[in-house]
């Protein structure tokens, strides 16, 4: 867990952005209206009020400052030293003490106008008390303005530092410049350091983090060191030196055997044996680099050598934390970060020295015998010396063993494109899995369009159970038909009625004829009124002479065609469950309308189906579900209605002021809008 957020500081204004930011609040957060009318307690009070509040002001801001920038000597010593390199310590201790002084300095100056404003004796005097205690206190911060520039470039510094935890699980990255580090954590984590060729690409600490056994682990890639005195390093080299000095972590310490990055094996070595007292108690790795470029064994026995003598130091650092002389393993290791080759094997390597290291240490602690205290471990003694082997049925094993050749015998698409040609020539079946009754089926091609038609709009499972039940239905008919006497096929009929039987069947084909004419034309044929029908094609009279000619009586028929187009007056109407034998029955026959609708008669109730009874179908199991589910329903629309809302899918928001009548500036003399 990271303890040290330097990105929270709050910004440090300068002097003029402090002084402006501290009296337009005192300006706004104070009374501004006074009469030398007023008593002079009053005003007293008013200017003292003043000056304390600026007072307050000032001291909360510069204790911000003090607070929040971090204390060298209580933060960690890797935090401590990497401040002291970067920024200078003695300048940074002197910025946040002159900081300090002006905090106490405006304090005081409050104090001591504050004192003198209980006894000014007029307004002219407390005012000009008030000016020059605020004055005294602007001109305090005045003189403070280097220091608050130099802590803001401080906190913009320290904002872009890394988040680095110093006691976690720690990979540090060291080696002389253009070595292959910033290229080795490229690989294992997902930073994005810039890898150029040539020296000190890295000018800074970069964080990354890797996985190794379900736990995080914290990479660091340092900048590049250079063999030369210690007081002649630059500030980028010291990074480095104060992470190598404070960081509890392990170690890699590249070289590069091929020699490409400017520096020979022997200078790489040199640099390894001057910085070797910060390896002490740090599990090191000595990583051989580029061995595309030279493998291991092609360097001269000279550099081959060197690199035997580095070892030798490694593995002096391993028995002295404790470990065995002839352990080798992860103390000199090989790879190349081009190809990939041995970077996870360097990865792992690191990861688990570093885990040894961190177990042991902690079982060397004093904490563990709290924790060991609560443990037993049980270790089962042998009964006797039989061996007891592991029982494995044996359908078991043949299961395994027809599974695994299942396996084997199956292929992948991949491997059957691969025979077949590649990409672009084999083309995989999506119908072999199909289950037919005939295999030979799956590659047939199934027709779309058949003789005009779509084929999947004729097929029914069930095709053959309806063409039985159609079959038994027509030859139901039949025999229904058969056993009826009476057939219209002209036979039986006279010579007369055959003619008007033909007349009305030809008369029944025109009709039909031009009522398909009409329906085919109702959208775009206008709506003529009765009135400018002048062919009178269909009226009572041509009516009449039709079913005369037919040999039929048409007055019955142009009688109820007249009583339906009669229109009717409005009357009120009788009930008619009420029958002839009730009030009907005092009503003359003679009696006028008139009268008949003044009378005060009793109507009757609507025949329609009330709004509680169930009809089958709705799913409501009686009366009073329904009638409180409309009760429901008509409450959930209510509050829609009241919104003018025109359904649920309504979700406009109206503009409550349009912009053309509310902006703008009004001439003068109008108060109109426009």
Known sequence: MVQYNFKKITVVPNGKDFIDIILSRTQRQTPTVVHKGYAISRLRQFYMRKVKYTQQNFHEKLSTIIDEFPRLDDIHPFYGDLLHVLYNKDHYKLALGQINTARNLISKIAKDYVKLLKYGDSLYRCKSLKVA???????????????????????????????????????????????????????????????????????????????????????????????????????????????????????????????????????????????????????????????????????????????????????????GQGGEPTNEEGVLLTMSTLTEDGVIAVKNAACERLLNQRVELKMKSKKINDCLNRFHVALPKARDQKERPACIPQAVLEAKAKQAAEKEKRKTEKELEDENGGAGVYSASLRKNYILANDEWKEDTMPEILDGHNVYDFIDPDILLRLEELEREEGLRQAEEEGDDFEMDGQELSLEEQEALAEIRKKKSLLIQQHRMKKSTAESRPVVPRKFDTDRKFTTRRMGRQLSSLGLDPSLAISRARSKSRGRKRERSVDKREGDGRDAMDIDDNQASKKLRLRSTSRSRSLSRPPGEVIPGEGLKDSAQKIKAIKLAKKSVLKRNKNARRGEADRVIPTLKPKHLFSGNRSIGKTQRR
């Open 133 to 319: 205690a605020l004055g005294r206190m602007c001109t305090v911060i005045k003189r403070i303005g280097p220091s608050l520039a130099y802590l803001e470039q401080i906190r913009q510094h320290m904002a872009r530092l890394p988040s680095i935890d110093p006691n976690t699980r720690t990979m540090l990255i060291c080696g002389y410049p253009n070595v292959g580090k910033s290229s080795f954590m490229n690989k294992i984590t997902r930073a994005d350091v810039d890898v150029q060729p040539y020296a000190f690409t890295t000018k800074s600490l970069f964080v990354g983090h890797t996985d190794y056994k379900y736990l995080r682990y914290q990479v660091i890639d340092t900048p590049g060191i250079l063999d030369r005195p210690f007081e002649d390093r630059n500030i980028i080299e010291m990074c480095s030196i104060t992470a190598l000095a404070h960081l509890r972590a392990a170690v890699l310490f590249f070289l590069d055997i091929s020699g490409s990055c400017g520096y020979s094996i022997a200078q790489q070595a040199a640099l390894f044996h001057s910085i070797k007292s910060l390896f002490m108690n740090k599990p090191l790795i000595i990583v051989c680099n580029k061995t595309d470029l030279q493998p291991l064994d092609g360097i001269s026995e000279e550099d081959r050598k060197l690199v035997m003598e580095m070892k030798a130091e490694a593995m002096k650092i391993v028995i």
